[in-house]
């Protein structure tokens, strides 16, 4: 099993996070795509770790957790906070800016 | 890589796939036993015989409510959704029951002439394994109760998630002091260092306290039993569950209590290795061959009849009392501990070197930081100026609520009145939790259905 | 897990860290004060917080900005007896450098003249920003919700926008933010700049989302520059990883080395390189990545817009500056094409869309766009001038965008900022001082001589053309002068046009947002009659690699 | 009083002028005086620098030069040729005239004179500075900061569509002026290559980029030329022009058509010329195309005008071309007769203006066909117009005819078919001159704007009615004392120069001179004593302006 | 290294199996006599709210802001980990920085408390 295989699939991942927050409308979805493609560079990091025998990216791993983290946490409390007004986290209700 | 895991690479496939069966099927007894043993021992606490009826001291009850439950009427709600509800119960149950394997039940033996240790799976980051299926069974348990398409179940699944993952914070900062004593996540390599150093539970005697309580909190059982508070909540998150499904949530909770205990076991009090005075005896043959898993069992044993003696000396915690404990006490608690513990270890260890007094100041600032916030009020700062915030918005049932003493006179007919109510309740508890919580009166009303349960009368 | 960290111990040689406190004093000094003012929020009683918080925000500028002078002159830190004497390091004891430039924490910081210069910048221009951020007397209260856990249109909510109070945890996330932006731009290597990165950017998306009137539209900028923030961030992060699987470090010298051998995968570096470079052109709010900005600088609170538009700007370009100059430098040849194109796209799309705008502080959105094209005209023309032009350009726009804001709050009507330009017309009648201000402001935007504006252009310009990029210029050139149009036209309307009846009243400012806009309108004038200080300190030194 | 010190003086009096007025607003008479009075002191101060500049000196005199930006090689510095000199000195004599001149203008609601005076003011100073600045980013600075007043001047105190024409104006005038710098940065650019430190000196410049090579040349030159093509109205770069001359007010308009536009020719000479002496003959005849273009097509639409201050503005349009004509054709006679031409426009085209606005300020109307026989109401008006159209049709005698006379004379034998084409531009010329006076002055009083201050419907009006004369002789004034003191002192300098220019050609040859040797071209015509005696202070001037 | 989680995934998989076959035999081993109130949702006897909780019900902020703590703490804890197994190779500088670390999350944390955001009202 070559580590090609992780960097294939975490590629992968991370463009379904992409697509999905450009495709999708709802705000939490949205946001859990971001979350996914942290974590598919999360798994890139650990297999590059890997490929080059060294150890900073798994450290790095680790502070990209973190920071999932708090973007969790800041995130949560914006959208809850929109959606507590407007009953509903689509990002298509959320025009009042316009061009 | 350690003794225990070079033994464990070159099992062969047999000896792993006959210790995967034994691992599995451990639990499962062990759950069997505790269910029947804890309504005889809180029978006996309450001055009742409990179950005696079901073989020699009633001891096949559980398994004939076992039987019994799998012939249940199986019921998904109209609104439920679908496939969650179908998969809640199955991702409560693999992790509970995933979680044993990493927990050394013994040292060495030679099994059909094969040596190997009593341990399924020996890997670097055991405690982690431990720790990551408690807190995967809590998608189990969440998704329960959203799917139900129901209130009581989703408030019932928000607070017991909200529980486990609070008191799950408590126990991970407690068992960073046991690793840091051990030098290691590997379980069997905790064991090792117990057997040099002695149980941590002395040696970590807060780091012990704070896991027991948050154990006990984890696995939502009394005196933190909130999720299943009959009088609040009906079932808790599986008041839409009946049958298997139900029994699978009811399975692994019993099994996580297992779970939990064996870590305890094997954080603090030794693992398998003999205890103290005995592992004096013949320079420590108690811990060869096969004697550790006796010791393993006692200890296990032990830790399990806490849980049924507290459930049965203990009332139920108020949910804010029970988030006030977690938070406010065993976190700081666990944290402050684990800031002594490093600065005393790591100040032995490099010898009195110049940076001491800033490691001294910043233990000092810490404490101070967390002493501070004790002496203040723990009410929120004063909403003097600027509107009133009203709380979240969500109809909370009164958490301390008073029952309007009734007039003397006209009290027969209020009681009356009262009753049904009471009734339903009482015996919607047993419906669910026919399987034999507490009252035995429950254990033969038929436990079908909720709906069934408020005419299921004694 | 467990092995890897074990291996990690003994690997590096952790005990051999040294730290240069002299150097990192002012981000320590910033981040200390952060965590106090948290504790300020956690411990006063709601009445005391403002005033404790905004005496803590400022003094800490000043201290911070002390501690730079004293790690700089070193002679004065001595004399005052707070380090002994040290041997000056022969290969910088030449006047070209103030300070030996350091890389401390474990290479993980570079503290050089850029950094040092943009920290001074950045520290600079937080001192109006804050200001802003603190005055209440424009708005009764203050800018910022009361109670931002109210839900908008709510009765307690309408009751609050008369009510004194305000969210003071603006000062703390403020203060982290600015934190975040000085390690931004003087991280060494790509995680230490991710990480400082997010640290910038939360707490800029919670301020987005405070504003005392018109909160629907601030909570939906904060929603959206979360989510494109968050976005961007993301591809930023997996820029690093793949550069970390081309160079097997994140260090930026390490990855320079790297590049110039060419035994490596160059997929890796350039998709690498370009999803880097998408992260942090966004930061900047560059071009095609810049849909955020107009948004979020109209939803966000006016104090907070303005520090973004001035300190985000700063960070993101010193980033910039410090990774194509440090990082990838040997590869320049390859990226510069796709950076021209960028350049172009972001001065055209924010000098054209600029001028269809009919809300003020959108238009002010596009021209920062613009200016972002203009700030990358001089940021990929790899030489000290470039470096030296972009910095001191950064300068001039931070103040002079900041007073733009600074004015902006003040032309209020019945329901808080009239920010419609319609509103605008005929105030040179109202009030002529704001509009001849506005109109210099606006002028040194449209880079016309003896404004800082014109200063920063020339500067950037006269480097990118010595650097051979004359076409550039010249499409830089066209794209202010179609800028300059709308600019124009808001003076027009000031000026020329008839106050309409129910027009609004322009607030008299108190100390603060005053002080504010005088600093900004003081430097961007000083900055274009005599920016030789200015320019000498940029142009002392470039990076340390 | 030292050299030096009398440029910045006239740099820097003006603003303190403005500041000064700017803060009298409360009063609006002490203001007008305040502003006055500033302006007669700066033209003294003009005059001392005249008597201070040595014609046989070196080129740039009264220079003055101060580190300014040092990081670019950046200075502040001053001084003055004979080219600038003149028009520093036009500029002088037409400020105070112009104060004076806008002393009762109706100003729109609102608006003080008081800022009127002060932008005029700051647009005196400005202009000085871009004449007397030596350093190429100073010039450029001044150049486009002088938008700055003109822009506000015409949008808040000019006509109908005066927002209009502001932006028009602005826009314009800046898109020239950032084509400009980015040559101004090439210009830098190559100093850089070729010297090692780069800067913005002038002359070190002038013997700088002269011998880059012709395509840098073309580019560098291109840049500059379109700013000053703008400025000094081209065709097809002019239509700004009319706009903003017929909407600003006529004393602004007076300084725009007269000096402000001066600074795109002026230009040419300055920096085109000596900077990239290639580029400009290789483009020269494209340029001289475009100058006869806009001999003729000015001429023309003049004659078409029916609005007075468009018909004016056209006219210098058409003057233009003549000064580029000359300062293209590379000859020394051409050039000193572009150079006078420059100044003689400034005050005939001035007066002219003046007069026009005189007559609107009376009859509320600018177009043509609303008077007729203003002559027999206002003779004296009427007499100066004749004066003013005369000298811009150049009739012998008056200033004009020298200068054009001189650019013909000296264009023709390198460019003899340009200059018969420009020479029909004079044709034309007293076409349009003498028809709009006729139509205006001339004739039966007839006219709305009269007959409308009479009173009765146009038509029902008997033109030789002695009841109507009487009638307008009260409503339609001659011109006032204060008027005709304005008037007069362009009448004497129309006079005076038409027959005795040498004092401004002695000034201005040399520079001249100096200009052609560094394009590097001699004069076809042999010896310029040929045609203008007090021309030859030239050989040793040339001599001395070794580069 | 990875082979040593083999009996890992052999255990999971023969949970799943237990699992996933009780929970799909259930309701064929079972009666079926399902009538309206039975399936309905449980809401002690009385009619079940109208808006139905699946999907738009909404939560208690305070079970959000619970999970947010959590997050945070969990990090927190995951830090801890590694620096608890290598502390003697990290020695005193290690003890500093985790300092510095956990002052910050304290800090925080005491915010929190102090914000009541840890209060059940």
Request: aromatic share 10%; proline share 6%; charged share 10%.
């Amino acid at each position: 099993m070559t580590p090609t295989y992780y960097l294939l699939l975490s590629a992968l991942l991370f463009t379904i996070g992409a697509v999905g927050v450009l495709v999708r409308r709802n705000a939490i979805v949205v946001f859990m795509c971001v979350e996914l493609m942290l974590n598919a560079v999360n798994l890139t990091l650990v297999t590059f770790a890997r490929i080059n025998g060294t150890l900073d990216g798994q450290i790095m791993a680790f502070f990209v957790m973190v920071v999932a983290a708090a973007e969790v946490v800041v995130g949560l409390a914006i959208i809850m906070s929109i959606f507590k007004t407007r009953r509903s986290a689509s990002v298509d209700d959320a025009n009042l800016l316009k061009y | 890589m350690n003794p225990a895991a070079e033994l464990l690479v070159d099992d062969p496939i047999w000896l792993i796939l006959i210790k995967v069966v034994v691992i599995f099927a451990i639990p499962i007894v062990i759950t069997i036993l505790m269910i029947w043993a804890e309504r005889r021992i809180i029978g006996r606490m309450q001055q009742r015989p409990g179950p005696n009826r079901a073989g020699p001291f009633g001891i096949l009850q559980s398994l004939a409510d076992a039987l019994k439950l799998a012939f249940k009427e199986d019921i998904r709600p109209s609104m439920a959704d679908k496939w969650v509800y179908f998969l809640a119960p199955i991702l409560a149950a693999i992790p509970a029951l995933l979680a044993m394997a990493v927990i050394p039940l013994g040292g060495e033996v030679t099994i059909f002439g094969e040596r190997t240790v009593l341990q399924v799976a020996e890997v670097p980051a055991g405690v982690l394994v431990v720790l990551a299926c408690a807190s995967i069974g809590v998608y189990g348990i969440l998704l329960a109760g959203w799917s139900s398409g129901s209130p009581y179940p989703l408030l019932g699944a928000l607070r017991s998630a909200a529980q486990v993952i609070s008191y799950e914070i408590a126990m991970g900062l407690a068992i960073v002091s046991v690793v840091f004593y051990a030098g290691s996540l590997s379980t069997s390599q905790i064991v090792e260092a117990q057997m040099q150093q002695g149980w941590f539970a002395l040696l970590l005697a807060p780091a012990f306290l704070i896991y027991l309580v948050s154990m006990i909190g984890e696995t939502n059982r009394a005196p933190f039993d909130l999720p299943e508070a009959e009088s609040e909540l009906v079932g808790g998150f599986h008041t839409e569950y009946s049958s298997l499904k139900f029994a699978m949530f009811f399975l692994a909770e019993y099994v996580n209590m297992v779970t939990v205990s064996a870590l305890a076991t094997t954080m603090f009090l030794g693992g398998w290795a003999a205890p103290w005075p005995l592992s004096q005896i013949g320079d420590g043959v108690l811990n060869t061959g096969w004697w550790p898993l006796l010791w393993f069992a006692l200890k296990l044993g032990a830790c399990l009849f806490l849980f049924i003696w507290v459930r049965a000396a203990l009332p139920r915690f108020r949910y804010d009392q029970f988030m006030h404990l977690g938070w406010k006490v065993l976190v700081p608690a666990a944290l402050g501990f684990f800031v002594v513990v490093a600065v005393i270890r790591v100040l032995r260890e490099s010898e009195g070197v110049s940076p001491t007094h800033i490691m001294i100041v910043l233990a000092v600032l810490l404490v101070i930081v967390v002493a501070i916030s004790f002496l203040f009020p723990d009410r929120a700062a004063p909403q003097d100026e600027g509107p009133p915030v009203s709380g979240s918005g969500y109809p909370l049932p009164p958490l301390d609520l008073k029952v309007p003493d009734v007039p003397v006179r006209r009290s027969v007919s209020a009681t009356s009145e009262q009753k049904p109510a009471g009734i339903a309740g009482g015996t919607r508890r047993g419906a669910t939790r026919s399987v034999g919580k507490a009252d035995d009166s429950a254990s033969s009303a038929p436990a079908s259905s909720p709906k069934e349960g408020g005419d299921g009368t004694v | 897990m467990l092995t890897s960290v074990s291996v990690l111990a003994q690997s590096e040689s952790v005990e051999s860290y040294s730290i240069d406190w002299w150097a990192i004093s002012p981000l320590l000094v910033v981040f200390l004060a952060a965590f106090v003012s948290v504790l300020l929020e956690a411990f006063l009683p709601r009445s005391r917080r403002w005033a404790a918080q905004v005496g803590l925000s400022i003094g800490t500028l000043l201290i911070a900005a002390f501690a730079m002078i004293l790690y700089i002159n070193e002679d004065l830190r001595v004399g005052l007896g707070l380090s002994e004497e040290v041997p000056v390091d022969p290969a910088f004891a030449d006047a070209t450098h103030q300070v030996a430039p350091v890389t401390t924490f474990n290479g993980a910081l570079a503290v050089d003249d850029p950094t040092l210069f943009l920290w001074g910048t950045l520290l600079a221009l937080a001192l109006p920003s804050f200001l802003m951020i603190a005055d209440r007397s424009v708005e009764p209260g203050g800018a910022f919700v009361a109670q931002a856990a109210l839900r908008p249109g709510s009765t307690q909510d309408r009751a609050q926008t008369t009510v004194p109070g305000m969210q003071t945890e603006v000062f703390p996330l403020a203060l982290f933010a600015l934190g975040g932006m000085m390690a931004f731009l003087a991280s060494n290597d790509l995680l230490t700049m991710f990480v400082a990165l997010e640290v910038l950017s939360l707490p800029l998306y919670l301020m987005c989302g405070l504003a005392r009137r018109r909160r629907l539209i601030s909570q939906e900028a904060a929603v959206k520059y979360f989510l494109l923030g968050a976005f961007a961030s993301a591809f930023f992060l997996y820029g690093i990883a793949l550069l970390y699987g081309f160079a097997g470090s994140v260090q930026l010298s390490a990855i320079a080395q790297a590049t110039a051998g060419t035994d490596r995968s160059e997929t890796l570096l350039f998709a690498g390189l370009g999803l880097l470079v998408v992260g942090l052109l966004f930061k900047a709010s560059v071009g095609p990545f810049h849909s955020w900005t107009p948004d979020v600088y109209q939803g966000a609170p006016t104090p907070v817009t303005a520090f973004m538009a001035a300190c985000t700007k700063v960070a993101a370009f010193g980033a910039i500056l410090r990774v194509f100059s440090v990082a990838f430098e040997a590869s320049s040849w390859e990226w510069e094409g796709v950076l021209w194109a960028v350049a172009i796209a972001s001065m055209v799309i924010g000098a054209v869309l600029g001028l269809t705008q009919t809300d003020i502080k959108r238009m002010v959105a596009y021209s920062s766009v613009a200016h972002a094209g203009f700030l990358l005209v001089g940021a990929i023309a790899l030489t000290d001038d470039g470096l030296a032009g972009t910095m001191f350009y950064l300068l001039a726009y931070g103040f002079t965008t900041v007073a733009v804001f600074g004015v902006i709050t003040l032309v209020r009507d019945s329901d808080g900022e009239a920010t419609h330009l319609s509103k605008w017309a005929g105030l040179a009648k109202r009030s002529p001082l704001v509009a001849a201000v506005f109109s210099f402001l606006l002028l040194a935007l449209a880079g016309i001589p003896l404004t800082s504006g014109f200063m920063g252009k020339l500067a950037v310009f006269s480097a990118a053309v010595a650097d051979g990029m004359a076409p550039l210029v010249v499409v830089a050139l066209i794209a202010s002068a179609v800028a300059a149009f709308f600019y124009v036209r808001v003076i027009v309307l000031m000026y020329f046009s008839e106050p309409a009846a129910d027009g609004p009243t322009v607030s008299v400012p108190g100390a603060f947002t005053t002080a504010a806009i005088t600093l900004g309108v003081v430097v961007t004038l000083l900055l274009g009659v005599l920016p030789t200080l200015a320019l000498d300190w940029a142009g002392i030194g470039g990076f340390i690699s | 009083m030292s050299g030096p010190m009398v440029l910045l003086a006239l740099l820097i009096l003006p603003l303190v002028g403005a500041l000064v007025v700017a803060f009298l607003r409360r009063n609006e008479r002490t203001a007008k005086l305040t502003a006055l009075a500033f302006s007669l002191v700066e033209l003294v101060l003009a005059v001392l620098a005249w008597t201070a500049f040595d014609p046989s000196g070196p080129r740039l005199q009264l220079t003055s030069s101060v580190d300014w930006i040092p990081a670019f090689g950046v200075h502040f510095s001053l001084g003055v040729d004979g080219i600038a000199l003149v028009m520093i000195a036009l500029i002088a004599v037409l400020v105070p005239i112009v104060i004076g001149a806008s002393w009762e203008d109706r100003l729109p609601e609102g608006r003080t004179a008081a800022g009127y005076f002060s932008l005029l003011l700051v647009m005196q100073s400005l202009m000085v500075g871009v004449f007397a600045a030596t350093d190429v980013l100073l010039f450029y600075v001044f150049f486009e900061a002088v938008l700055v007043p003109m822009y506000f001047i015409i949008g808040r105190f000019g006509g109908p569509r005066r927002q209009y024409a502001a932006v028009k104006f602005f826009l314009y005038s800046l898109l020239g002026g950032l084509i400009m710098l980015a040559s101004v940065i090439g210009v830098y650019v190559v100093s850089t290559e070729e010297l090692g430190q780069g800067t913005f000196d002038w002359e070190t410049l002038a013997a700088t980029i002269s011998d880059a090579p012709l395509s840098t040349q073309i580019w560098l030159f291109l840049g500059f030329f379109i700013a000053f093509a703008i400025k000094a109205p081209l065709v097809p770069l002019h239509t700004w022009l009319p706009d903003a001359g017929a909407e600003a007010p006529v004393g602004a308009g007076v300084l725009l058509v007269g000096v402000l536009d001066k600074i795109g020719t002026f230009g040419f000479l300055r920096y085109c010329l000596p900077l990239f002496p290639l580029a400009s003959q290789e483009l020269a005849p494209l340029i001289l195309v475009l100058a006869v273009a806009g001999v003729l097509y000015g001429s023309l639409l003049a004659v078409g005008q029916s609005d007075m201050k468009r018909f004016v503005a056209y006219t210098s349009v058409a003057h233009f071309g003549f000064i580029a004509l000359g300062i293209f054709a590379f000859s020394t006679q051409a050039q000193s007769g572009a150079v006078l031409y420059m100044v003689n426009h400034g005050i005939s085209t001035g007066m002219l203006f003046l007069v026009v606005g005189m007559v609107i300020a009376r009859g509320g109307s600018r177009l043509i066909q609303d008077y007729g026989g203003l002559a027999k109401l206002t003779p004296v008006l009427a007499g100066l117009f004749l004066v003013a159209g005369l000298s811009s049709l150049a009739l012998p005698g008056t200033n004009s005819f020298v200068s054009e006379f001189l650019v013909l004379i000296g264009s023709f034998p390198r460019e003899p078919v340009f200059t018969v084409l420009a020479a029909i531009g004079m044709i034309l010329a007293a076409l349009y001159v003498l028809w709009v006076y006729q139509r205006v002055m001339q004739g039966p009083l007839r006219g709305d704007a009269l007959t409308g201050l009479a009173g009765g419907p146009g038509a029902a009006i008997d033109p030789n009615s002695e009841s109507l004369l009487t009638k307008l002789k009260s409503k339609v004034p001659d011109l006032s004392a204060r008027e005709i003191g304005v008037l007069a002192p362009l009448v004497v300098l129309i006079v005076v120069l038409g027959f005795y220019p040498a004092p401004v050609l002695e000034v201005i040859t040399p520079s001249v001179e100096a200009t052609m040797t560094e394009v590097g071209l001699s004069d076809p015509v042999t010896g310029a004593e040929s045609t203008v005696g007090p021309a030859t202070g030239g050989p040793e001037a040339t001599g001395q302006e070794g580069d | 290294m990875l082979e040593s989680y083999l009996p890992l995934v052999l255990l999971f998989a023969l949970a799943a199996l237990f699992a996933l076959f009780s929970v799909t035999a259930a309701p064929y081993i079972g009666p079926r006599r399902y009538n309206r109130a039975k399936l309905d949702a449980y809401e002690c006897g009385i009619e079940p709210s109208p808006q139905p909780v699946v999907g738009g019900g909404r939560v208690p902020v305070k079970f959000y802001l619970t999970g947010m703590l959590f997050i945070l703490f969990d990090v927190e804890v995951v830090f801890l980990y590694p620096y608890a197994v290598a502390h003697e190779a990290l020695g005193v500088f290690g003890l500093f920085a985790v300092g510095t670390f956990l002052i910050a999350v304290t800090i925080a944390f005491v915010y929190e408390w102090r914000l009541g955001g840890l209060d059940w009202d």
